[in-house]
């Protein structure tokens, strides 16, 4: 293997920006705060209402901390490129960043040239350390991008389609020509999963430890790494597809299909949460915003759409074509198509996206993925020869959080944090659209009122019950047929009685309001005012 | 008569005072001063009270009376009887005392206070001058008397008159009697009138002088100025519930003063209860400190190190250290040959140890057992410890058999005999099975002599050394044993002995039958044994074999296959090796056995790795130079290879360096074919993805090309979902439907009224339309109320997940009342991951802070501004508090929550 390095030309790279201390502070604050709190004023309850000031005080003071504590422990800010005079920043070669750049970023522009073993595709650990990168033609490789140092490369000798990390870099899983397989970092193959079948796309969610795939048949599985246990196995009844990705946010894997349409699917729900027309074509690609709230697609009918999943609708259409799409931590939207690729930002303001970089490969070569790499300035391409590595300035989140993703982790960093990442691990039930919404009061149960028939069976199955009771005999006549049949009609009233009135009930109420509906319909705006105000 | 004038001027004065408190009264009694001089000359005899009253009553009021006296009704009384018994002048020769004739002693008690009260009268009326004019008229009357008195003294004893008039003055001070000579100037009227009433006064008066009595006066005088009827007492119940609510009053207002205290613990969001521990020493200086030297140890110890001069070499640089540490020569030496001593004893007996573990010899250790069993039992007798030491190991051992009925036939071996049955095995199994048998009884016996159960112990021992290898190897054991035993006989069979009646023919030829039966039973259960044996063997073998197929699925490289099958052999061997330690004849009878099966494998399998190995490291070899090819020319790569994704399958298109390309062709050829061996040589296990693989560096042959896809294909792809819209729309609908289905239309029941025809004329009845009419409404609210309601392209599923239900809250937490207002408190997450470490703290905090073992004393009163603010910022004020009590000593100040 060899590490090619590009020499480039200067490039400004521009100093964070300072901002007024205080203005800034406040807007951290409100972020830190998470919304307004209720208003106490209007409380009746007077003891409620001094409980819930204290709280929001704390909650004020722990916004605060945290705004301070984010000022001063996370310093650095990530810059981007900045053109000059009729510069354009997508104009900028890979050559010229590198020039500029120390030597350690320099090192992260290579070229890793395998013809031999098929377009590769690759994946990188949460902290961004750990590099899996699968061949089509069964080669599988760790490489720690660190020191670029290979760990462990092994050949299958079988179809190899997709690759992804588990938890930590110490296993990882590849979907190979019939079944995925999970293999440990030495390549000791561990687990075949051959209830998946034939995978095409593997992903995993971290925080359910839950590997999702989608299969030849479009079936989604779910299963559980740490039980083994399956969770989920659902047929999503829209053909093949290839194009799968998992919303950082909540977890919801979202699927792209060939009709055009995106579904979103949770493991606990055999239909689809949301089922979405993105695209008149197929849909190429598919990738999220790491707050979730931002979805791009791409369709074959050359267009590349980008979502606002809050309101489900398109915050923009970008012209062109995508095989690929990724977004960076910093919210850069890279797409390739062939041996292009393009990297577009939304630094203005305005939330349109806009050109940023762009990079070409050597002709002929097929890029298969873009992945930028977690906490780096790095973009990751796979593609039909190898894979490369270019710089994109501004792609990465500049400050690491060690309890998250930790680059630089021990190895009993690493265990310490896979235990407490098993004892904080999520049930798959906490997965859905708005994860916000937990804890909250349940949404009011759409109970749909018992049809007609099914109250008048009602009615008929409680007469029934009551008409075969036997009747006590009695003395003195008081058993007489004419009384006893006289009882027994009073008991089947009885009964039908709070049915009845029920029914009563709703069609009064009913009758009232479609009264109140015609009398606003009926009356022109003019005569209102003489129409009957009614006594409330 | 002087002592009557004295007490009169005695109790002159205090009247005196009385009056002048109470200016009102004054002039009535003025009043009733001349009234009763003149009274005094119209006194007449008593008349009964009701006659009296009977009187008054007809004869209406004097205008004399007319000053408002009826009130008092000593006044009214006499003052009516004045006027009914006018006429009589003359007052009782008795009243008057002008004769003397009665003694006057008698009226005293009577008398004394109405007079005294008129006496006080008079005095008060006219002050001073009143008084001395009563005093003179008393006077007068007293100095007649005294007069003659002396006289009558002066004649007797012939005395000045002066001696006895001092002695008297004094004496009058003393002697009470009659106030006032009677006389008509003097008048007592109440003995005169007979009315024996006594007022009030009559009973103060003689309390004059003590203590209270001014006050008792004032009393009474204001009784008199403001008579008011004094009602009845109220009923106890009432006035029982009266004094319940004075006393509520007073407890409610005592207890107002702990509101603002008990509002504060309210309201509060954390209390604490904690007081500061004493946890005595905190460091070990303070603990050292205290120390004080008790035994003699301790005090030497501390004489040396409270030396002075050691201290004072500390406390320099410490070079006297070194002086004081001196030693002698003589101490040295003697302290080196000390050790040097030691070290050889300590090096001979290790030396000694070694040997005696060295011995190998059965009967030194049996020797040696017995030497210890017999020390140990001399020092049972010896030493009681010993002795209880030893019967609990006993009573352990026993409770330990019982427990595990190790020797009750439960081993697998024992099984194994018992279920061949006893009577086929031989002397030796059937007197260890016996024997083990023995063992469990001895052990399980209730041991009653420490002898016996030593003893067993013993032998338990000796018989557990001999099983405790383990069931295979204690059958493989046996089954030696057993070998040789028969083998034995074989060997003795051979020699015949030559004289004797056994050399008779008849009687060689009955023993020869006989060694024969012996040597066909022998050969028999020596084949048994073999096969025994054998069988252990083999399921050794398919053990490894198991192994060896279990890890045939784990093949990635050929490096990785050869591993195991070099593993294999090695195992093989290792059996053999031990199967060779135990015994020849088994190994020999092995390989001659026919099942041979696992050993054949074993074969197979070696063969295999060798016929692998080559291959496996060419290919490697060959990948690796491929690698290396492509690194060394860099400058190929522009122009190398193009290769297109086309569906699945991947093809290669020629590029225009044909030389490196035929050169890598060749390269990958050579390992493709080798691979092809290997496939053959390996398990049918991988074959489909070997046939995959190898398919795939057979695509990569020269004589393939790519072909565009044509045009019409490309325009079918691109619009291949056209009528994607339309589709979703339908879709979405069905999904509706599924969810809020479309209400029936109203059908017309056949036969129901058609024959009039009116109902076809009339059309459906209205209530049916009605009803048709009212579910559509609510389908179409329903539909409205979706959340995808406005998004054409959107279908959001409003399928209750049951599993999720249950992190959402069912009903809203008692002090809410709204949902907002408990969804936003909850808006902000409380744990370590979402706050900094200042925040947690405070959020979290539990109610009620106290540390275990802390008593809860009650709430203790302290002042609290009832209109500060509530403190929240607890913490600090706690610190503070925590400070303050630590300055004024053990001050307990725990808060009690109300």
Redesign the interface.
């Known amino acids: 293997?060899?590490v090619?390095q590009e020499a480039g030309a200067p490039e400004k790279i521009k100093p964070p920006t300072k901002l007024e201390d205080s203005g800034e502070l406040e807007i951290r604050i409100k972020k830190y705060?998470?919304?307004?709190?209720?208003n106490l004023e209007a409380?009746?309850?007077k003891?409620?209402r001094?409980?819930?000031t204290?709280?929001e005080?704390?909650?004020g003071?722990?916004a605060e901390?945290?705004a301070k504590?984010e000022k001063w422990l996370m310093p650095s800010e990530g810059g981007f490129l900045e053109a000059e005079g009729i510069e354009k920043t997508w104009r900028i070669r890979q050559e010229s960043i590198a020039r500029e750049v120390d030597i350690s970023s320099s090192r992260n522009q290579y070229d890793i040239?395998?013809?031999?073993l098929?377009?590769y595709t690759l994946d990188f650990t949460s902290s961004g350390r750990y590099m899996a990168a699968a061949g089509?033609?069964?080669h599988l490789a760790v490489v720690d991008m660190k020191n670029l140092s290979l760990i462990k490369e092994?050949?299958?000798?079988?179809?190899v389609r997709d690759v992804v990390f588990l938890h930590n870099e110490l296993f990882f899983a590849a979907a190979q020509?019939?079944y995925p397989y999970i293999y440990n970092r030495d390549?000791?193959?561990l687990h075949c999963l051959k209830e998946h079948g034939a995978v095409l796309k593997l992903q995993f969610l971290k925080n359910h430890f839950l590997l999702a795939s989608i299969n030849k048949f479009g079936q989604l599985h779910y299963q559980d790494v740490t039980t083994g246990g399956m969770v989920g196995n659902f047929r999503t009844g829209l053909g093949r597809t290839d194009v799968m990705q998992v919303n950082p946010f909540n977890g919801v894997v979202a699927l792209g299909h060939?009709?055009?349409?995106v579904t979103m699917w949770?493991p606990?729900?055999s239909?689809?949460?949301?089922?979405?027309?993105?695209?008149?074509?197929?849909v190429a690609a598919l990738a999220f915003h790491p707050n979730g709230h931002i979805m791009a697609t791409s369709g074959?009918?050359r267009k590349i759409k980008i979502w606002d999943l809050r309101k489900?609708?398109v915050l923009q259409t970008l012209p062109g074509h995508a095989n690929t799409l990724d977004f960076s931590h910093k919210g850069l939207l890279a797409a390739a198509t062939g041996s292009f690729v393009q990297i577009s930002g939304n630094f203005s303001e305005s939330q349109s996206y806009s050109r940023y970089m762009t990079h070409s490969m050597?002709?002929?070569y097929?890029i298969?993925k873009l992945l930028f790499r977690p906490y780096e300035d790095v973009l990751g391409i796979a593609h039909?020869?190898g894979w490369s590595s270019i710089l994109i300035p501004g792609s990465g989140e500049p400050n690491f959080d060690s309890?998250v993703a930790n680059p630089f982790e021990t190895s009993k960093q690493r265990r310490e944090k896979e235990v407490r990442s098993l004892l904080d691990k999520l049930p798959p039930?906490?997965i859905?659209l708005d994860p916000?919404?937990?804890?909250?009061?349940?949404?009011p149960?759409?109970k749909q009122?018992p049809t007609?028939q099914e109250r008048e069976s009602e009615m008929e199955a409680a007469v029934a019950a009551v008409k075969d009771m036997p009747i006590k005999k009695k003395t003195k006549g008081r058993s007489k047929p004419s009384k006893s049949a006289k009882k027994k009609q009073d008991i089947i009233v009885r009964t039908k009685r709070p049915f009845l009135e029920q029914q009563m009930k709703e069609e009064e109420a009913?009758s009232r309001k479609k009264q109140k509906a015609s009398e606003e319909a009926e009356l022109p705006k003019s005569l209102q005012r003489f129409a009957r105000k009614k006594a409330t | 008569m002087a002592e009557k004038k004295s007490k009169s001027g005695d109790s002159g004065r205090p009247n005196n005072k009385r009056n002048q408190s109470m200016s009102k009264t004054l002039p009535k009694d003025k009043n009733n001063n001349k009234k009763l001089k003149n009274k005094r000359k119209r006194t007449g005899p008593r008349l009964p009270n009701a006659l009296r009253k009977e009187v008054e009553r007809l004869n209406p009021l004097r205008p004399s009376d007319s000053e408002g006296e009826e009130i008092d009704s000593d006044e009214a009384e006499f003052g009516n009887g004045r006027d009914v018994y006018e006429y009589e002048e003359e007052a009782p020769p008795e009243e008057s005392r002008r004769n003397r004739r009665f003694d006057p002693v008698d009226n005293l008690e009577y008398e004394l206070p109405d007079e005294f009260e008129d006496e006080i009268v008079s005095s008060d009326d006219e002050e001073d001058v009143g008084r001395s004019d009563d005093a003179n008229l008393s006077d007068a009357e007293a100095e007649d008397d005294e007069g003659r008195h002396i006289r009558m003294l002066q004649e007797i004893t012939g005395m000045p008159s002066e001696t006895f008039q001092g002695k008297k003055r004094k004496k009058g001070d003393l002697v009470v009697s009659e106030a006032y000579p009677e006389s008509e100037f003097n008048p007592s009227h109440n003995v005169g009138d007979g009315d024996g009433r006594i007022t009030i006064q009559d009973l103060l008066d003689p309390l004059h002088g003590k203590a209270g009595y001014s006050k008792l006066r004032k009393r009474t005088s204001q009784m008199e100025r403001k008579p008011m009827s004094i009602q009845a007492p109220l009923p106890k119940p009432y006035r029982e519930k009266l004094e319940r609510k004075v006393a509520y009053e007073q407890s409610k207002k005592d207890i107002t003063k702990w509101e603002p205290l008990v509002k504060r613990n309210r309201e509060a969001p954390t209390i604490y209860f904690d007081q500061d521990l004493d946890l005595g020493f905190s460091t070990v200086g303070a603990i050292a400190s205290e120390f004080e030297p008790r035994t003699e140890f301790e005090k030497k110890i501390a004489s040396l190190v409270h030396d002075d001069k050691v201290k004072e070499a500390h406390e320099k640089d410490g070079a006297r250290l070194l002086e004081l540490n001196k030693t002698s020569i003589e101490d040295e030496k003697e302290r080196r040959d000390r050790i040097a001593k030691m070290r050889s004893l300590l090096f001979r007996h290790e030396i000694k140890q070694k040997h005696i573990k060295k011995i190998k010899s059965k009967t030194y250790h049996r020797l040696m057992k017995k030497d210890r069993a017999k020390a140990t039992s001399a020092q049972i007798e010896m030493d009681p410890e010993a002795a209880k030491e030893q019967a609990m190991k006993q009573e352990f051992k026993r409770a330990e058999e019982r427990m595990t009925l190790k020797h009750k036939n439960s081993s697998k071996w024992a099984k194994r005999i018992l279920q061949r049955g006893l009577t086929t095995q031989d002397e030796g199994t059937r007197a260890a099975i016996s024997e083990q048998l023995h063992q469990h009884a001895l052990l399980t016996r209730k041991m009653n002599s420490m002898k016996d159960g030593s003893s067993s112990e013993e032998s338990s021992d000796e018989y557990d050394d001999e099983n405790s290898v383990g069931s295979d190897q204690d059958k493989e054991n046996l089954l030696a044993k057993a070998k040789e035993k028969t083998l034995k006989v074989f060997e003795e069979d051979d020699e015949v002995p030559n004289t004797g009646v056994l050399s008779l023919p008849f009687m060689a030829r009955g023993l020869k039958k006989k060694r024969d039966a012996a040597v066909e039973e022998a050969r028999l259960a020596l084949q048994e044994y073999e096969s025994s044996s054998k069988q252990m063997e083999d399921s050794q073998g398919i053990e490894d074999t198991k192994e060896n197929s279990m890890k045939g699925r784990m093949v990635f490289g050929a490096v990785q296959l050869q591993a195991p099958g070099a593993n294999n052999v090695s195992k093989s061997e290792k059996t053999y090796d031990d199967s060779d330690g135990e015994d020849d004849m088994e190994t020999r009878e092995n390989i001659d056995g026919g099942s041979h099966s696992g050993n054949d494998m074993q074969n197979q399998v070696q063969n295999g790795s060798t016929v692998l190995h080559p291959d496996s490291e060419t290919h490697d070899y060959s990948v690796f130079k491929s690698f290396d090819d492509i690194v060394k020319n860099p400058g190929a790569k522009t122009t190398y290879e193009v290769a297109i994704f086309a569906s699945d399958g991947w093809r290669k298109m020629k590029g225009s360096n044909k030389e490196t390309a035929m050169k890598k062709k060749q390269d990958l050829l050579e390992p493709a074919s080798q691979k092809k061996d290997l496939e053959e040589a390996s398990g049918d296990s991988d074959t489909e993805s070997e046939g995959q693989m190898v398919d795939g560096i057979l695509s990569s042959g020269p004589t393939q090309s790519y072909e565009l896809p044509s045009q019409a294909d490309l325009i079918r792809h691109a619009f291949a979902g056209d009528d994607v819209e339309e589709d979703f729309d339908k879709h979405k609908m069905e999904i509706l439907n599924e969810e809020n289905p479309e209400p029936e239309k109203p059908i017309v029941l056949p036969g129901w009224g058609q024959w009039t025809h009116i109902q076809q004329k009339k059309g459906l009845p209205s209530w049916m339309l009605r009803e048709h009419e009212n579910a559509k409404k609510t389908r179409q609210d329903a539909l409205k109320k979706r959340k995808d309601a406005h998004l054409k392209n959107v279908i959001i599923s409003e399928k209750v997940d049951k599993k999720a239900e249950k992190l959402h809250t069912k009903s809203l937490p008692f002090p809410f009342t709204s949902k907002d207002v408990f969804e936003q408190s909850i808006r902000m997450p409380i744990g370590p991951e979402f706050n900094p470490a200042t925040a947690i703290g405070a959020l979290n905090r539990p109610e009620v802070v106290k540390k275990s073992g802390t008593i809860i004393k009650p709430i203790k009163f302290e002042e609290v501004n009832p209109h500060e603010k509530a403190e929240y910022g607890n913490e600090q004020k706690h610190l503070s508090k925590k400070k303050e009590v630590g300055k004024s000593s053990k001050k307990n100040r725990a808060k009690a929550k109300n």
């Open positions: 293997m060899e090619k705060l998470r919304g307004d709190g209720a409380l009746q309850d003891k409620l001094g409980q819930l204290v709280r005080k704390l909650y003071k722990s901390a945290a504590a040239v395998l013809p031999d098929g377009p089509r033609k069964g092994i050949q299958v000798r079988e179809t020509k019939k390549g000791i193959e060939s009709g055009g349409t949770k606990t729900s239909a689809p949460l949301v089922k979405m027309l993105c695209h008149r074509g197929p074959k009918e489900f609708e050597a002709k002929g097929q298969k039909s020869m309890w039930e906490t859905m916000s919404k937990i804890g909250t009061m349940k949404p149960s759409r009122k007609k009913l």
